[in-house]
C-alpha cells in the first residue's frame, strides 16, 4: 500500500445523487430506485479511483445525506419519535410535517452541514453494521478490496455531547470491528477530527481508553485513526501511545512532530480543501520528514470538500487552469508523488508565497448604536417586533432555466426577473411583513453572483461541492487581486423599492463570507484578500445608500465557520474579520440601519465578535437548534423562528412560543422576526404558508406587548 484518499465526493459528478433525493422526496421514485442511483455512484467512484492508479480504495463514505448522520443510525442513536416515521433516516435529516429535524451545523470549520446526533439518558445503542458490510460486500463483487470509513467513536460523542456514553458507544465499534474482520477486511479507518481541536484531559485520556480497548479487540482488522483540518498537538502522544497501527496526520494544515518507528502514517500532503495543484517540491520533503515504519501518500482529508473534476471545465483560462487540481487531479498528484518519493526525485521548489499587502488604515467608526437607533427608529416608522426575510425567496423551474439560457435575450431576461420581483414583493405585501427584500432572483448562490461581478473571481460550469443533503453549491476561484468595476445589486434593490412604499433590503454578502465560501488564491495572507473583498463591498454600499436604499444586510454566516480550530489562534482571526465587515459597512450613513445574518454556525461562541460588527440588526439561527436568543444583545436581534432547512410548516403556537422566548431575555424595542435563513430552497407553497404562521403569531405576541 502507498496511495490512498480519506474520502471522495458522493453527489455524483452530474448531481447525480441530488436528483435522485429531490425525486424520492417528491414520491416521484421509490427508495429501492434511489439505493440504485447510489450503488451506481459507489461503483463508479471505485472504478475511476482504481483507474487513476490509487492503491488503497476507501469504502463507507458514500451517504444518502450526511455521515454522521449514518454514524447515529448505524449505533441505534435513533431518537424514539423518529421510530414511526416513514422513513426515519429523512425524517431525522428534514422533518414531517409532525416532527421537527435533527439540529444542523457547520462541520468543523469547512461550509459542510452535519447533523447533529441526540443522545438522551433512553438511547440504547444497538449496532446496524449493514451499511458498512454491505459496501465491503458490493466492492468485492466488483473486484475491490476496500477500507471502510467510519466516524470514530470519540469525536461522535464529542459531537453529540454525551462523552459520558462512550463505554457504550465503544461496544458497537467492538463489534463493527468483529463484522468487518469476518468480511476479510485488513484495514479499517477512524476518522478523528476532534482531536485536532483543544481537548481537556479528561477527554485526552478517553481517546487513550478508547483505542488500547479497540486495539485489544482479538479478531479485528489494522486501525487507521485518521485525524484532519489541523494539527493534532497534544492528542498525537496520546494516539502514538496506543496500540493503532495507522495514523493519518493532515501535513498541510499540520505536523508530525515525533518519530512513529512500526506504525503505517497516511501523510496527507496534498490538500482535500482547496484546488490549488500540490507544491511537488514542498510535499515531496514533507514526507521524507516523516519518520515511521511505512509512510502512504494520501491526502489531508476527504476530497468531499472539492468538485469531481477539472476535464469538464472548458472555459476557464488556461493560465488559471494550470493552476487547479479538483478530486480526480488530486488522486492523480497522490499517484504522483507517491512514484516520486519511492524514486527519491528531488523537483524543483515552486516559486515563494507573495508578500502580504500594505498595511490598511482601518474605517472610521459610525456614531454609537444609541445614536444611530433613534435616527433609524424615526426614518423607518417600524412596529415592535418588525418582520422581515433573510433574502432570498423560491426560484422557479422557468428563472432557473432562463438563467442558463445562453442565447436569451438579455432584455428577456431581465423582464423576467423583474417579474419575479415583484412577484415576491407583493405576496411580502399581502401577508403583511414590514421591511421586504426583492428575493434576489438575479441571483444563482449568495457567493457566486458577487464573484461573476468582481474583478480577481473565475467561476465554473460543474464544479460542485456538497454543502448539505442535497444542496450543492460551486464555490469561486479567487485567483487575483479584487476589485469592483461597476455597481452589482443597485439596479435591483431600485427597482424593488419603486414598487413599494415599504423599506426593501439592499443584499450583500459579507468579504468574510465570499472569502469562507470561495477557494481562495494561496500567495497572499486571507486576511489582505479579505480586505480586498471588503472595500468592494463598500463601494457597494455606497451606491445602495445613495439610491434611497435604507436598509442594507451584509450577511457573514461564515465568521463563525473561518474561526480556528485551536483557541490559541482564534483572537487574531476575529480581530481581523471583525476589522473587514466594519471597512465594508461603516461607510453607511446613521439613518442607514445595517443588518447581518448569521445561521447554522454555533453563534453563541463568538458573541462577542458578533457584537463588535457593529450591526443595527443580527439575524442567526434558533429555530432548529433551540438555541435561545443572547440575554442582554445590546442591538438589534433577530433569533430565527422558522426553520427554512426543512420542508414542514411551523404552526402558529410554534413561533409564539419561540417569540415568547426571546422576550424574557430581549426587550421588545429590540426584537426582530425572521426565518433562520433564506428562502431559495423551499416553494412559494411552503413559504407563504410558513409566513402567513410567523405574521399572525407575531400580531399576537404584539398585542399582548400593548
Not at 386 to 395: A, V
Not at 486 to 496: C, D, E, F, G, L
Not at 579 to 597: G, K
Request: charged share 25%; net charge negative; hydrophobic share 40%.
Amino acid at each position: 500500500m502507498r496511495t490512498t484518499v480519506l474520502g471522495y465526493p458522493r453527489i455524483g459528478p452530474n448531481r447525480e445523487l441530488k436528483r435522485a433525493l429531490e425525486s424520492y422526496w417528491d414520491g416521484r421514485i421509490t427508495r429501492d430506485e434511489l439505493d440504485q442511483v447510489g450503488a451506481g455512484l459507489r461503483e463508479e467512484t471505485w472504478r475511476r479511483l482504481a483507474e487513476l492508479g490509487l492503491d488503497a480504495l476507501p469504502s463507507n463514505t458514500f451517504s444518502l445525506y450526511d455521515q454522521v448522520l449514518d454514524t447515529a443510525v448505524m449505533l441505534g442513536a435513533v431518537p424514539e419519535r423518529y421510530r414511526e416515521a416513514e422513513d426515519p433516516y429523512f425524517a431525522m435529516a428534514r422533518g414531517t410535517q409532525g416532527l421537527a429535524p435533527l439540529r444542523m451545523t457547520k462541520w468543523f470549520d469547512t461550509n459542510y452541514h452535519y447533523l447533529v446526533p441526540e443522545i438522551s439518558p433512553s438511547t440504547v445503542f444497538r449496532l446496524d453494521a449493514s451499511k458498512p458490510v454491505g459496501e465491503v460486500r458490493q466492492a468485492r463483487a466488483l473486484g475491490f478490496d476496500t477500507r471502510p470509513v467510519m466516524l470514530g467513536p470519540v469525536t461522535f460523542v464529542l459531537l453529540a455531547g454525551a462523552l459520558e456514553r462512550l463505554d457504550e458507544v465503544l461496544g458497537c465499534y467492538e463489534e463493527l470491528l468483529s463484522a468487518l474482520a469476518a468480511e476479510g477486511v485488513s484495514w479499517v479507518q477512524l476518522d478523528e477530527p476532534a482531536l485536532v481541536c483543544d481537548r481537556t484531559k479528561e477527554e485526552l485520556e478517553a481517546v487513550r481508553a478508547a483505542y488500547e480497548r479497540l486495539c485489544a479487540r482479538p479478531s479485528r482488522p489494522s486501525l487507521l485513526v485518521a485525524a484532519y483540518f489541523g494539527d493534532l498537538g497534544e492528542a498525537l502522544p496520546v494516539l502514538a501511545g496506543t496500540p493503532v497501527e495507522g495514523i493519518g496526520v493532515d501535513l498541510v494544515r499540520g505536523s508530525l512532530p515525533i518519530e512513529l518507528p512500526g506504525r503505517t502514517v497516511f501523510a496527507g500532503v496534498v490538500s482535500g480543501r482547496d484546488v490549488w495543484r500540490t507544491r511537488e517540491a514542498e510535499a515531496l520533503a514533507a514526507l521524507r520528514a516523516v519518520r515511521a515504519g511505512e509512510v502512504v501518500v494520501s491526502t489531508s482529508c476527504s476530497l468531499q470538500h472539492v468538485p469531481y473534476s477539472l476535464a469538464v471545465e472548458e472555459r476557464l483560462e488556461p493560465a488559471l487552469r494550470e493552476r487547479l487540481a479538483f478530486a480526480e487531479e488530486k488522486v492523480a498528484e497522490v499517484v504522483a508523488l507517491a512514484r516520486l518519493f519511492a524514486e527519491g526525485a528531488t523537483p524543483a521548489p515552486t516559486s515563494a508565497a507573495a508578500p502580504a499587502g500594505a498595511e490598511r488604515a482601518e474605517p472610521s467608526a459610525r456614531s454609537p448604536y444609541e445614536v444611530r437607533a433613534k435616527v433609524q427608529a424615526e426614518h423607518l416608522g417600524l412596529p415592535k417586533l418588525p418582520i422581515t426575510t433573510i433574502g432570498s425567496f423560491p426560484q422557479t423551474a422557468q428563472l432557473r432555466a432562463a438563467r442558463a439560457d445562453r442565447s436569451l435575450p438579455r432584455a428577456s431576461y431581465e423582464a423576467l426577473v423583474e417579474g419575479e420581483i415583484e412577484r415576491a414583493i407583493r405576496v411580502q405585501e399581502r401577508l403583511g411583513l414590514d421591511v421586504l427584500v426583492h428575493g434576489e432572483p438575479e441571483r444563482n448562490d449568495m457567493v457566486q453572483y458577487f464573484a461573476e461581478h468582481l474583478d480577481g473571481f473565475a467561476v465554473t460550469e460543474h464544479g460542485w461541492v456538497q454543502s448539505y443533503g442535497s444542496r450543492c453549491t460551486r464555490p469561486p476561484l479567487l485567483h487575483g487581486d479584487v476589485g469592483r468595476p461597476a455597481p452589482i445589486t443597485v439596479r435591483w434593490a431600485r427597482y424593488a423599492q419603486s414598487l413599494t412604499a415599504k423599506p426593501v433590503k439592499g443584499m450583500l454578502t459579507g468579504p468574510v463570507t465570499i472569502v469562507a465560501w470561495s477557494f481562495v488564491r494561496d500567495d497572499l495572507p486571507l486576511r489582505e484578500v479579505t480586505f480586498q473583498v471588503a472595500d468592494a463591498i463598500a463601494r457597494e454600499v455606497r451606491d445602495l445608500e445613495s439610491e434611497g436604499i435604507s436598509v442594507i444586510q451584509v450577511d457573514e454566516p461564515a465568521l463563525r465557520e473561518l474561526l480556528p480550530l485551536r483557541a490559541s489562534a482564534q483572537p487574531s482571526y476575529l480581530q481581523w474579520a471583525v476589522a473587514a465587515y466594519r471597512r465594508a459597512t461603516s461607510v453607511a450613513a446613521d439613518r442607514t440601519q445595517i443588518h447581518t445574518h448569521l445561521c447554522y454556525s454555533d453563534a453563541e461562541q463568538i458573541i462577542s465578535a458578533i457584537d463588535a460588527l457593529d450591526a443595527d440588526v443580527t439575524t442567526i439561527e434558533s429555530a432548529r437548534s433551540g438555541a435561545p436568543a443572547p440575554e442582554g444583545f445590546p442591538r438589534g436581534l433577530g433569533p430565527g423562528v422558522y426553520d427554512i432547512h426543512s420542508p414542514r410548516v411551523p404552526s402558529e403556537e410554534e413561533v409564539e412560543s419561540l417569540l415568547k422566548a426571546a422576550l424574557d431575555v430581549l426587550p421588545a424595542e429590540r426584537l426582530w422576526v425572521n426565518p433562520d435563513c433564506g428562502l431559495k430552497t423551499r416553494t412559494y407553497e411552503q413559504v407563504e404558508a410558513s409566513l402567513a404562521n410567523v405574521v399572525r403569531a407575531t400580531l399576537r405576541v404584539r398585542e399582548a406587548l400593548l
